[in-house]
């Protein structure tokens, strides 16, 4: 096991061990995670704030942007499935703000959408040890974008089928 850049400690294996200015390295992974965890803070408490106005659904908005392309996954096969979901909601909610501050219905499903990112944003960012179900977690989120999604609209079958079976089957 390699030791850490900055400390006299293992190195806990992230990638960012790599990135280097003028032939130095500059990040360590403790540095790394502790940025990623301030970004995800800030997140969680304009989320805690948010007043259902387009203001605030536009601080979300590029703040999630803002993470998930920022975010280092490593290789996590939970952070890249996320990822991409994060950096598609960002884009709807930014898109569709005046259609969630007056419409009812879908407001509700961001909203609801939006606490969910939320408790994974905590979970796998904040919490040290969480004992959360990430597996049901994460299949819940891709559906609940997929309804988002066609919700708006923007999410269309892609063949139009004379049988109604060739849709499910």
Same mark, same amino acid.
């Given at each position: !096991? &390699?030791? =850490?850049?900055?400390e006299? &400690?293992?190195?806990i294996g992230?990638?960012c061990r790599? /990135?280097?200015v003028?032939g130095? +390295?500059?990040?360590? =992974?403790?540095?790394e995670i502790m $940025?990623?965890?301030? %970004?995800?803070?800030?997140?969680? *408490?304009?989320?805690?704030? =948010?007043?259902? *106005?387009?203001?605030?659904?536009q601080?979300?908005s590029?703040? %999630?942007s803002? +993470?998930?392309? @920022? @975010?280092n996954?490593?290789g996590n096969e939970e952070l890249i499935e /996320?990822?991409?979901?994060?950096?598609?909601?960002? %884009?709807l !909610?930014y898109?569709?703000?005046?259609? /969630?501050?007056?419409?009812?219905?879908t407001g509700? %499903?961001?909203?609801s959408?939006?606490q969910?990112?939320k408790?994974?944003l905590?979970d796998?960012?904040?919490?040290?040890y969480? #004992?959360?179900?990430s597996l049901t977690?994460?299949a819940?989120m @891709?559906?609940?974008i997929t309804t988002i $999604?066609m919700?708006?609209g923007? =999410?269309m079958?892609? $063949?139009?089928?004379d049988?109604i079976?060739?849709l #499910?089957?």
């Amino acid at each position: !096991m &390699k030791n =850490c850049l900055r400390e006299p &400690k293992a190195c806990i294996g992230r990638d960012c061990r790599d /990135i280097k200015v003028n032939g130095v +390295a500059s990040l360590c =992974c403790r540095e790394e995670i502790m $940025e990623e965890q301030s %970004l995800v803070q800030s997140i969680v *408490d304009s989320i805690d704030d =948010c007043s259902k *106005d387009i203001n605030s659904l536009q601080k979300i908005s590029s703040k %999630l942007s803002f +993470a998930a392309h @920022i @975010i280092n996954h490593n290789g996590n096969e939970e952070l890249i499935e /996320i990822l991409p979901i994060l950096k598609r909601f960002s %884009l709807l !909610m930014y898109e569709y703000k005046e259609t /969630i501050v007056d419409d009812c219905t879908t407001g509700n %499903l961001f909203c609801s959408f939006i606490q969910e990112v939320k408790k994974w944003l905590t979970d796998s960012f904040l919490v040290e040890y969480s #004992f959360n179900n990430s597996l049901t977690q994460r299949a819940s989120m @891709i559906s609940d974008i997929t309804t988002i $999604e066609m919700t708006l609209g923007v =999410c269309m079958i892609d $063949e139009y089928s004379d049988s109604i079976d060739d849709l #499910f089957f």
